[in-house]
């Protein structure tokens, strides 16, 4: 095979044609007009991989990091380090080196083209759900290219190609076989030599050795002739807030298992929170989670479900990974004093059609997450409960809000840019049940479209204490709650205690991104008719004469 990596192999041909529909352009763009450097009946040369690949299977534990790498003319694809004798070999199709290859052209390339990345990043993510995210994309593709691959008399020759997909930690493979043309081939899938010669399995791909029915089986892929396969030395953790994936199960553990850790409670409070807001708060927390997971059950893959509760108040999450089974039976069935309740079907958005259970979404930021509630009666009683709203432009409800906000934050309205909108929010009777006479508060929201401000006014409140404050959700980041009152949680204080306004019970404060407008600099108020007015109310309290410009 020349001046190649490898020694050869040994391969049975025969002549046949097998086609799955996919052409040469289905293949990922190959050429030297990509960039590609092109042999015919030749290996191309050693190449740099820049940057390096860690964590390669093979390569993994004995330390090695991958720096070069050569597109081999009889179907593999060798990435090795500094030292060439320490390596791995992809083979899609290997052939002996004495082979026929005089019409075979070989290509190969690395790329950070952008689109190429999407792509790959993309099939990796539909076989293995977020092996990569937006934190930790990939970063290079190596492309390997056999077009007329064994080419010669009757044979038409095989065409296929190899990518590694790596951001130098995580590292995946993609094979494609657009069409084989001979039936056998006694290698296919990954070895190494490091030190010692490790053979291919060659259960690694689904077809085997029998390479002609590799363009038209499936395995991970809903590409035909697509196989997808992790090349890591160990299964990467790469989960943070923007990724989920199978290894971060592991830190939750196998099986089942009660927990108060504080982290997995705190992280299990954000979800659900986010789905039914307010429902854990500082002062009802969870207090116990059971964790339930099932790891390849029925080979159907890594599934956990975590019930969060106070004992009171209790919740689901149920995480779907990967499932590989068509329909099951899915809800929540009972059977209490010999009476059974069925499952409701209706529970998950997928109904019994569980294969799509990892890919949708319901009410979590998260693909394949679940949150539902598991008590008996919503927490807390609201079945008295009356709430009211509107938007109001009434020019009294505007100047008696505006005479109020203006009380606490001097000049920030006036008649040049007086509020439009108010938004009324009213609770009569909130939580009144039994001994509990009810809470009556409301919440105004003045605005004139750019300036914001908020009103609280608490009349009574009959409960202790509850999460007050200004919290958000924007594009799935859940901003915590701002202890935005005086009285904190303690919101039984909240219709005695004052702030910024004469009424007690009374909170006023600013809803603007940004501070409003320096009045001194506005049309509403200036620093010099300030002054002038101040002059005037001075001379007036000292029992002086005062200009007839003072009284305008």
Request: aromatic share 10%; charged share 10%.
């Amino acid at each position: 095979m020349g001046s190649g990596l490898l020694t050869g192999f040994i391969l049975v041909i025969l002549s046949a044609c097998y086609t799955n529909g996919l052409t040469l352009n289905d293949l990922y763009p190959y050429g030297t007009e990509h960039g590609d450097t092109m042999r015919t009946g030749d290996s191309p040369p050693i190449a740099p991989l820049q940057p390096s690949i860690d964590n390669l299977v093979g390569l993994g534990p004995a330390g090695l990091t991958a720096t070069r790498y050569r597109v081999i003319l009889n179907g593999y694809l060798a990435i090795a380090s500094d030292d060439i004798n320490k390596r791995i070999d992809l083979n899609l199709l290997t052939l002996p080196s004495a082979s026929d290859f005089s019409n075979t052209k070989v290509y190969g390339r690395t790329t950070a083209d952008p689109g190429l990345i999407n792509r790959a990043m993309d099939q990796i993510n539909e076989a293995f759900p977020y092996a990569f995210c937006r934190t930790s994309p990939p970063t290079q593709l190596i492309i390997a290219t056999w077009i007329d691959y064994l080419k010669a008399s009757t044979n038409l020759g095989s065409n296929f190609q190899a990518i590694v997909v790596t951001n130098g930690s995580i590292t995946f493979g993609i094979a494609l076989y657009v069409n084989v043309r001979i039936a056998t081939a006694i290698i296919t899938g990954i070895s190494s030599i490091v030190n010692v010669y490790v053979p291919p399995d060659p259960s690694f791909f689904p077809f085997g050795t029998d390479v002609m029915d590799a363009p038209t089986m499936m395995s991970n892929s809903t590409t035909p002739g697509t196989y997808i396969f992790s090349m890591n030395d160990i299964l990467p953790d790469t989960c943070n807030l923007a990724c989920f994936c199978k290894a971060r199960l592991f830190q939750f553990v196998l099986y089942g298992r009660t927990t108060a850790d504080p982290g997995l409670i705190n992280r299990a409070t954000d979800q659900i929170n986010e789905a039914f807001p307010y429902t854990f708060c500082s002062t009802s927390p969870p207090t116990q989670l059971i964790i339930a997971t099932w790891i390849d059950q029925l080979k159907a893959g890594t599934n956990p479900l975590i019930l969060v509760t106070n004992g009171s108040i209790t919740f689901g999450i149920a995480l779907y990974v990967d499932v590989s089974i068509t329909t099951a039976t899915t809800g929540i069935e009972s059977a209490i004093g010999g009476v059974s309740i069925a499952a409701d079907p209706s529970l998950f958005p997928f109904g019994t059609a569980v294969m799509d259970a990892p890919s949708m979404m319901l009410n979590s930021t998260i693909p394949g997450t679940y949150i539902f509630s598991l008590n008996h009666i919503p927490p807390g009683d609201f079945s008295n409960t009356i709430v009211y709203g509107r938007t109001t432009a009434d020019p009294g409800l505007i100047k008696r809000a505006m005479d109020q906000i203006n009380e606490a934050f001097p000049y920030t309205f006036c008649s040049t840019s007086p509020p439009t909108q108010l938004i009324i929010g009213t609770w009569i009777d909130h939580r009144k049940a039994g001994t509990n006479l009810g809470s009556n508060f409301q919440a105004i929201l003045v605005t004139n479209g750019s300036i914001t401000f908020g009103i609280a006014l608490y009349v009574n409140v009959r409960i202790a204490t509850a999460d007050t404050g200004i919290s958000s959700s924007i594009n799935g980041v859940y901003a915590e709650l701002d202890p935005l009152f005086p009285f904190g949680a303690n919101v039984m204080d909240a219709p005695s205690m004052m702030l910024n306004s004469s009424i007690p019970g009374t909170y006023i404060f600013s809803l603007n991104h940004i501070p409003p407008p320096d009045s001194c600099n506005s049309v509403c108020y200036s620093c010099k008719a300030r002054l002038v007015q101040l002059a005037c109310e001075t001379r007036r309290v000292n029992g002086e004469n005062v200009p007839a410009s003072c009284n305008y």
